[in-house]
């Protein structure tokens, strides 16, 4: 591990998580490697737990870890890799707000009742690595900004308390609080790196991340809503077959 970022999910992460993988710090470890590796989450499940954790065998084979669920536990990861620099992200707390209102906030609240009626699959036999990755999901937004998503001032107050804790907690010389719109300079100079002749990433803002949230909420119903559609064409058929071939009373 040789870059370990501490910053708030909507800080630009994911832009330095692609910034430090063409530095040649990747592959960067953030919560996508539990989705495509859901058996992993066992490991941040017992970090919540307070059982000890073998960091370096979590990271194993990774050059930096960049947001979520790294950052929900910051302390611990810094202390078990004293070589490894810092970069926490920041930006206008009030911005962040807004951000992190719009999308990881809205993520994380009860889908609608017609959401939950489509993508119901009936009871089924408990996966427990699935209900571990749910539960590492769910919990550890709240574990990162220090309790449930709150009022405004309350929120902008936690974000301006995590930047002085890691201020304090981390030695100069190891630490680069950085604002992405700043771009290659600081962080190469940072990290002895040469700048790269290419933008630094811009990657999911908040109308991105919204975009992507759309897409796989309509890919996972879609099969639902035609499943369902084709049943109630189905219905109305067969109820208007037989209407037609119910025989008319006498008289009329």
């Not at 996508?32 to 000890?52: F, K, N």
Request: glycine residues 8%; charged residues 25%; proline residues 8%.
């Amino acid at each position: 591990m040789q870059v370990i970022g501490v910053g708030f999910l909507r800080t630009g992460t994911t832009s330095l998580a692609l910034a430090l993988d063409r530095l040649g710090y990747g592959p960067c470890y953030n919560m996508r490697v539990l989705t495509t590796e859901p058996e992993r989450a066992a490991d941040w499940a017992a970090a919540m737990d307070g059982r000890t954790v073998d960091w370096g065998k979590v990271f194993a084979g990774y050059g930096c870890a960049v947001g979520s669920p790294a950052t929900a536990f910051w302390h611990d990861i810094v202390d078990a890799f004293p070589d490894a620099k810092v970069v926490l992200t920041v930006r206008d707390p009030q911005r962040w707000y807004d951000s992190a209102a719009q999308t990881m906030s809205a993520v994380l609240a009860r889908p609608p009742l017609l959401v939950r009626v489509l993508s119901w699959r009936g009871p089924r036999r408990p996966d427990p690595v699935a209900q571990v990755l749910d539960r590492v999901q769910r919990t550890t937004w709240e574990r990162e900004i220090g309790g449930p998503f709150g009022e405004r001032a309350e929120m902008a107050e936690r974000f301006e308390r995590h930047v002085a804790e890691v201020r304090a907690y981390v030695p100069e010389d190891r630490l680069l609080v950085f604002e992405v719109k700043d771009g290659w300079a600081p962080l190469c100079a940072f990290l002895g790196r040469p700048v790269p002749d290419e933008p630094f990433p811009r990657e999911n803002d908040a109308a991105t991340f919204k975009r992507r949230q759309r897409q796989a909420l309509k890919k996972r119903l879609a099969p639902r809503i035609l499943a369902t559609t084709a049943l109630a064409t189905g219905a109305a058929i067969t109820w208007a077959v037989r209407r037609k071939r119910r025989p008319r009373r006498a008289g009329r």
